[in-house]
């Protein structure tokens, strides 16, 4: 399989990329291997180039794209067709660049709120290096919108000025997620959320999932690739989901309206929690055994490694933070798909309905009101979803939301 069956619905980025890859590798074999400016300078006249910025809905496939194209610079098939574009998928280049193993391709992607000055930093030292195998040293930024404006600042410099044979790869939800001065210097790539169809297609296709349950995780996502997978594969994304799904149901009263806001905000820490229980543990006890945390010392660390371990406590209350947001963005994602096919039902079009499995509660919802009620109330989700990024006390902007959604 190729490195670009994954591009769900993407065929004009995906023929970018694959003709990009060609000139990339052209310039390889001009170069002779060798990591030097020559292989560079061609650059200006070929559809190569050192730095793109892929940008789309969430769920477009903005990371399998750049990840996909991190593979097919680094792809060293011997037995590719002429004039075909690399990105095999089998060859040792494929391979270790899509597991995350090639020493000359570095993903980055972060479950903290923010990336640092630090971190850049690292990022562009490392840029600086040449490719151990002699083609490109990759970097793969999955979550460039969370620069912060001072990291942002500091990978700039490594954008101007970049190494012959570094490629950067960012990715964010739109051009305005990155600072202008990076985004005037990347190649654009947009991609689009892909069809229902395609993405159930690749779910039964890639996952092995049942088509019956593959189509109803991609209708009910709309198209979201990631989050289509996860509700076709965790029993748990099910279970939630259904829960959220019934809270329009329920905040016909204010004691309703708080009850619902407070189970929303639980259901997030558990989430949280879940991540902690499985990762956190683990992270630590590396970490001990890294210090020297030696056995029949009462597990005591070592003079001087007390800092590391604040670091990595802070570290997994940020992952913690970042998770409940995640998980509450999801459950706001979801009401507003079922108050926008409440709203098609008012409006007389049942066309592409999201939530046909709670088709009976957007029945009861849309003949008791009328679409500009429905409006407002997708306008409360998104005012809380505003809030929230603001730093508004989580409880406090959900409560205000379900109170908004019975008056509507």
């Known amino acids: 399989m190729a490195v670009w069956d994954d591009l769900v619905g993407q065929d004009r980025v995906a023929a970018q990329l694959m003709a990009a ?3 990339a590798d052209v310039l390889v074999t ?3 291997g060798a990591a030097d400016a020559s292989a560079a300078e061609p650059m200006a006249s070929s559809k190569m180039t050192h730095a793109w910025l892929f940008t789309g809905p969430p769920g477009s496939g903005r990371s399998t794209a750049a990840r996909a194209f991190a593979a097919a610079l680094q792809c060293v098939s011997p037995d590719r067709a002429l004039g075909s574009a690399p990105g095999c998928g089998f060859c040792d280049g494929c391979h270790t660049a899509l597991v995350g193993t090639h020493a000359d391709v570095e993903v980055v992607r972060t479950d903290m709120l923010t990336i640092g000055v630090k971190e850049t930093r690292d990022l562009v030292r490392r840029a600086q290096l040449s490719p151990a195998g002699g083609r490109w040293q990759v970097i793969v930024m999955e ?3 969370r620069l912060t404006e001072g ?3 500091v990978l700039l410099k490594a954008v101007e000025e970049p190494a ?6 960012l990715c964010a939800p739109s051009l305005e997620d990155v600072l202008p001065t990076i985004r005037s210097r990347c190649r654009l790539l947009t991609l689009r959320t892909p069809s229902v169809d395609a993405v159930a297609d690749v779910l ?7 088509p019956g349950l593959a189509a109803s995780a991609a209708r009910a996502t709309q198209g979201h690739i990631g989050r289509a997978r996860r509700l076709a594969t965790d029993e748990r994304a099910r279970t939630r989901r259904a829960a959220v799904l019934k809270l329009p149901l329920r905040v016909d009263d204010v004691g309703g309206c708080l009850k619902a806001a407070q189970e929303l905000i639980d259901a997030a820490a ?3 929690k879940q991540v902690a229980e499985e990762i956190d543990t683990k992270e630590t006890e590396e970490l001990r055994a890294a210090l020297g945390a030696a056995a029949g010392t009462g597990g005591r660390l070592p003079r001087g490694t007390a800092g590391a371990m604040k670091d990595l406590q802070d570290r997994q209350k940020r992952r913690a933070t970042r998770t409940q947001r995640d998980s509450l963005d999801l459950a706001l994602t979801d009401l507003t798909a079922f108050y926008r096919d409440v709203l098609a039902l008012q409006l007389g079009s049942e066309v592409a309905l999201a939530n046909t499995d709670v088709r009976d509660a957007l029945e009861r919802i849309a003949s008791g009101s009328k679409p500009e009620r429905t409006l407002r109330r997708i306008e409360a989700i998104r005012a809380c979803r505003q809030a929230l990024d603001s730093n508004v006390a989580p409880l406090l902007a959900v409560e205000a939301m379900t109170m908004a959604l019975r008056a509507g």
């Open 164 to 169: 012959p044979r570094t490629v950067w790869l």
């Open 21 to 23: 890859a060609r000139d």
């Open 143 to 145: 979550d460039a919108d």
């Open 270 to 272: 558990e989430d949280a």
């Open 151 to 153: 990291a942002g600042n």
């Open 204 to 210: 039964v296709r890639r996952d092995g999932i049942d």
């Open 30 to 32: 001009a170069a002779g």
